[in-house]
């Protein structure tokens, strides 16, 4: 399926991966950043695209330490907001 705009490239910035703890936390923070500005968030990894409000998703996705991943956000006008608290949580980090 053809994206209508370009996502935001992310490095996994968690030693460990993306694991359980990390999953949990990110799901969390996507719910609420989804029910407060009421948009759809995705991550991708390796070509498998995730809701970020899924554990299972982002657990299957096996994104490991310094793995990029692609960000979506639907509508695309939050996409720099949603990468922001994605970076602040410390497990990822902008590719530069």
Known sequence: ?????????LIVDEE???????????????????????????????????????????ITLGAMYNSKVLIYVDPENHMEDYANLLTETGYFRLDQ
């Open 16 to 58: 460990y991966g993306i694991h359980a703890r990390p999953a949990a936390n990110i799901v969390k923070l996507s719910q609420t950043f989804e029910k407060e500005r009421e948009c759809k968030t995705h991550i991708e990894s390796d070509g498998n695209k995730v809701r970020s409000s899924s554990i299972m998703g982002i």
């Open 1 to 9: 399926m053809q994206e209508k705009y370009k996502p935001i490239e």
